[in-house]
């Protein structure tokens, strides 16, 4: 990845923690209780219109190992 675009994403994911920092200490939360195969994760989003979409996902052991790299990476930053 262009170390620009990083820094992008890195300003913006600051961004978006200050504008909802419950959202980060949800993640922690999650984090601390720690992922494991078999848990299902549950995603809603409502339009403004009103229209929900709704999605779950039962994670692997490939989504558990994803999401280990990807919190790496941002410890890394």
Same mark, same amino acid.
């Given at each position: 990845m262009n170390p620009m675009d990083m820094m992008q994403i890195a300003g913006r994911l600051g961004t978006f923690n200050q504008q909802h920092p419950k959202f980060g200490a949800f993640l922690k939360a999650v984090a601390a209780k *720690?992922?494991?195969? *078999? &848990? $299902?994760? @549950? $995603?809603?989003? &409502?339009? &403004? @219109?009103g229209q929900e979409y709704v999605a779950n996902i039962r994670m692997t052991a490939e989504d558990i190992e994803t999401i280990n790299m990807i919190r790496e990476m941002g410890r890394k930053n």
């Open positions: *720690g992922l494991t195969e *078999g &848990t $299902v994760m @549950d $995603v809603k989003f &409502t339009a &403004t @219109d």
